[in-house]
């Protein structure tokens, strides 16, 4: 049997082993998925047991997306950019990382390439995930304008200066509610790369009362527990178009099953099932 598995802490209820499980059955793949709970101080000694116990793969959520870099043989060039490894490969005893998420991203984004391009964006949050969103927005969907806010500004300077080009402007928002709803106007896509609507807080949205969105607005919300945020019910009300978390999620587990095991994740099952564990 081929061994898989999540690193996290805490590793909570990871919709992963769910998805890849089901992946391993429906394909006939003999292999087991498994949530592992890894504190920062057992990380190291995890990833030399992932060795000699022969992984084929893992994943790697928080905290240990940067940190994780330091143990593994090689990783990719968008890895490098953005920092941070969400799967890891084993190959002739080497360990490979990768970063999907940007794939996840990119995938979700996709059909709303053409608005997005040329047009502003708002991203709330500075932490791992909008670092990969930066790196999608900035080196491929190419927008004119982003407008980067979150509670810590300078995470936000250093995020900004990291992923600046020529052609792509970096503007940092104070979390100010009357800064954010001026800017409101002109822009097209927001995304939310904070927790805040997170089960099981889940009366809370980064958009200030007041802000009056419309149906020129795309609004994409990392969170996927629950399905519709706030945000996202905030967005649907003012005829905005919304994308939730799932499809990204969905498309991250699919990119890492295809680098493991070269095979296509079944998407619609996957979709079917975990659809149903979110709905109860
Ligand atoms: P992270 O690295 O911890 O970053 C979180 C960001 O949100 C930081 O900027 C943090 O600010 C800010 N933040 C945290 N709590 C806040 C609060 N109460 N009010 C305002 N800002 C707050 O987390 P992450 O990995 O980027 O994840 C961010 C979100 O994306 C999570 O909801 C996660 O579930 C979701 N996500 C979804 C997927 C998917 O596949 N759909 C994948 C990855 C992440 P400070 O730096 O000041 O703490």
Same mark, same amino acid.
Not at 135 to 150: D, E, G
Not at 177 to 185: H, L, Q, R, V, Y
């Given at each position: 049997m081929k &061994?898989? *598995?999540?690193?996290?802490? %805490?590793?909570?209820?990871?919709? +992963?082993?769910?998805? &890849?499980?089901?992946? =391993?059955?429906?394909?006939?793949?003999?292999?087991?998925?498994? *949530?592992?709970?890894?504190t920062q101080e057992?990380? #190291?000694?995890?990833?030399?047991? =992932? /060795?000699?116990?022969?992984?084929?793969?893992?994943?790697?959520?928080?905290? &240990?997306?940067?940190?994780?870099?330091? =143990?593994?043989?090689q990783i990719s060039d968008e890895a490098k950019v953005i920092g941070a490894v969400n799967t890891v490969h084993q190959k002739n005893g080497k360990l490979f990382g990768y970063n999907t998420d940007v794939i996840g991203i990119l995938k979700s984004l996709e059909p709303f390439r053409n608005k997005i391009q040329n047009a502003s964006c708002l991203v709330f949050g500075a932490g791992g995930a909008s670092h990969s969103v930066m790196?999608?927005?900035? $080196?491929?969907?190419?927008?004119?304008?982003?407008?980067?806010?979150? /509670?810590t500004e300078k995470k936000s300077e250093s995020l900004a200066n990291a992923f600046r080009t020529l052609d792509v402007e970096i503007k940092i928002l104070p979390t100010d509610?009357?800064?954010?709803?001026? *800017?409101? @106007?002109e822009i097209t896509l927001i995304v939310n790369c904070t927790p805040l609507g997170m089960f099981p807080n889940i009366n809370a949205s980064p958009l200030p009362d007041n802000t009056r969105l419309n149906h020129h607005h795309i609004v994409f919300d990392l969170i996927? /527990? %629950?399905l519709q945020t706030l945000l996202l019910r905030q967005a649907s009300a003012a005829n #905005?178009?919304?994308?939730?978390?799932?499809?990204?999620?969905?498309? $991250?587990?699919?990119? *890492?099953?295809?680098?493991?095991?070269? $095979? @296509?994740? %079944?998407? +619609?099952?996957?979709?079917?099932?975990?659809?149903?564990?979110? +709905?109860t």
């Open positions: &061994h898989f *598995a999540v690193i996290g802490h %805490p590793i909570g209820h990871s919709l +992963s082993p769910l998805m &890849h499980n089901t992946g =391993f059955t429906q394909l006939g793949i003999d292999a087991q998925y498994e *949530a592992m709970d890894v057992n990380l #190291a000694s995890t990833l030399q047991q =992932f /060795r000699n116990e022969n992984f084929i793969g893992f994943n790697v959520t928080v905290p &240990h997306k940067q940190a994780v870099i330091q =143990f593994l043989d790196f999608v927005l900035t $080196q491929n969907l190419k927008p004119k304008k982003i407008f980067l806010t979150s /509670r509610s009357k800064k954010i709803i001026g *800017a409101i @106007e996927y /527990r %629950p #905005a178009t919304t994308i939730g978390g799932l499809e990204m999620l969905i498309q $991250q587990g699919a990119a *890492a099953f295809k680098i493991w095991t070269g $095979q @296509e994740l %079944p998407l +619609s099952v996957i979709q079917s099932t975990l659809l149903k564990e979110l +709905s």
